[in-house]
Every structure is written in C-alpha cells, then in structure tokens.
C-alpha cells in the first residue's frame, strides 16, 4: 500500500494505459479522479473497480484541452477528495498522416489534447502542490516524441513538448517537494495501437528488441513507482518503457 491516504487525478482514466494506472493506484491505496473524454460507461466501470480496493472512486467528464473546464473539475476534485497529491497526465489522442496531407485541424487537435492538456491540469494544481510543499506530476510522453515517427508530426511534437514542459515544471518546483517526471512508452496494448492495421503490428513487433507490445500495466508499474517515496529524489526525468525500441 504503497499511496496508501493519497489522492491522484489521472486523465485518460477510463481506458487504456490511464485506467491500468488508475488501478494500480488504488489497489496501493490511492484514492483516485479520473478524467474522461466522453466514454462514460467506461470511466464508471474504471471507478467501480477502483473502489473495491476500498478508495474513493470519482469520474469527471472533463476535455483536458478546455483550460477553464480542467480548472473548475481541479476544483472540485480538491473540495471532494480534500486535496490531491499526485497527478498523471496520460490522456492523449493520435490524429496521423504524413505532413503533405495532415490537416491544420489534425495539428491544432493533438498539441491541444497531448500537450496543452497536460500544462491545463499543472496550471490548476500548481499553486496548491507549492502550498503543500509535495507532489507528483507524473507526464505520459512517447518515444515518439524522442525520436521522431513518420506520419506522426503532431503527436511527436506534442509529446517532444511534454518532455520539455516535464523538464521546467521539475525545475520550477523541485524547491518546494514538487517531482515532476515523464513516462515515454513504446507501442503499448491498448485502443490506440488496436487500430493499427496486422501488418504495421507485425512490422512494430519486428523493430521491438523483446519482440512484443508492452501491457498497460507495465507503464503503470512505472508511474506507480514514480508516485512512490522510493522516488522522492528524482525529477525531471523521463524513463523510456519501451521493450528497448528506443536503443
Ligand atoms: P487510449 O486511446 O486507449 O485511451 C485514451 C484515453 O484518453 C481515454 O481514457 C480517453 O477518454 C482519454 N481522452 C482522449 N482525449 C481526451 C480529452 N480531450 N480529454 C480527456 N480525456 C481524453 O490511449 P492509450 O491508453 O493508448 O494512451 C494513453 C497515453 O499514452 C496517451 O497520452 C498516449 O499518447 C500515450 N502513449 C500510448 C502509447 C501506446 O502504444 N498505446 C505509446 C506511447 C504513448 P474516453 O475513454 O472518454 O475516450
């Protein structure tokens, strides 16, 4: 029970590498908010298996591009749950095509969710994190954004960005008890990657030096490890979980 009285807002919660970090929270005692994009059904699910740990289970309906929505639910979060300690910004989309036919929207669509989204929640919780002098701001990047990915300009400047805004925010609060660090998955099992056709799978699988996709539930070993004490020194880092693509 390693967050054993802590609270953590995770974007993204209701699916994917969000819920799995969701989950590993609870089951070590957290409780937890999870912010969703429209999948309701879903985020409910996330929260009822949450609450069997025996923590508090929460879901806001929330765009994290929207800066006054992520403001109000920051809000609310800290009034029901009586503060927060940790946070995750995981939610994120994929909106890919080479630059000669990415559309200005598909752009605008994926730094707004991927990287704005993640500055939204940091600007709403970052005076009260500097009041408490703790906190964990946990930032899911990707090796995309370390080393580039044709069809993916958007994303893998977005999450360059996150390595970037991870890098400040560590600098910005490391006086005050406040890490702020970066996950950089590889290709994980989720929807995101269940869209990609059998052949781009394949060819993924044959470029991952162990040969397979990793689970959710390993970036949520890393994220929970990141929220641990045993972290408390390191910020400002970001830790590849990719099955060694990245070598
Ligand atoms: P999924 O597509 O499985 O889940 C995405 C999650 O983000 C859902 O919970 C979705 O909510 C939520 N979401 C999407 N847009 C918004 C928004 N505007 N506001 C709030 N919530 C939103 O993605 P993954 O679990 O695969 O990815 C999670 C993170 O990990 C992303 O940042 C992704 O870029 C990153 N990543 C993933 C990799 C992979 O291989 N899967 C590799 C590297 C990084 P809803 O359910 O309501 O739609």
Redesign the pocket.
């Known amino acids: 029970m390693v967050l054993e009285g802590k609270t953590a807002i995770v ?10 970090i969701a989950l590993a929270f609870a089951q070590n005692g957290a409780n937890v908010a ?7 059904e ?2 409910k699910e996330v929260c009822s298996q949450a609450m069997a740990f025996g923590v508090k289970a929460e879901s806001y ?6 800066f006054a929505k992520t403001g109000e639910v920051v809000k609310e979060v800290i009034e029901a749950f009586g503060g927060v300690d940790i946070l995750v ?6 909106r890919d095509s080479l630059v000669l036919s990415m559309k200005e929207e598909d752009f605008d669509a994926v730094i ?3 990287l704005k ?1 993640a500055f939204n929640l940091i600007k709403h919780t970052y005076s009260h994190f500097m009041r408490k002098r703790s906190g964990r701001i946990i930032n ?5 954004g370390l080393m580039g990915n044709a069809g993916q300009a958007n ?1 893998s400047a ?2 360059a960005g996150i390595v970037g805004l991870t890098k400040t925010v560590a600098k910005e609060l490391a006086a005050r008890g406040v890490t702020c660090n970066a ?12 869209a990609l056709s059998d052949k781009v799978k394949d060819a993924a699988n044959g470029m991952i030096p162990m040969k397979k ?2 689970s ?1 539930e390993d ?1 949520a070993q890393t994220a929970l490890f990141l929220a641990s004490e045993g972290a408390r020194y390191i910020t400002g880092e970001v830790i590849k979980v ?1 099955g060694g693509l990245y070598i």
């Open positions: 974007t993204g919660g209701s699916r994917g590498i969000g819920r799995a999870i912010l969703y994009a429209g999948n309701e879903a985020a309906r929330c765009d994290v591009s929207d910004n995981n939610a994120g989309i994929v707004s969710t991927n989204g899911i990047s990707s090796v995309s994303y977005a999450k996950i950089a998955p590889g290709f994980i099992e989720t929807d995101m990657t269940g996709m990793g959710p970036i990719d």
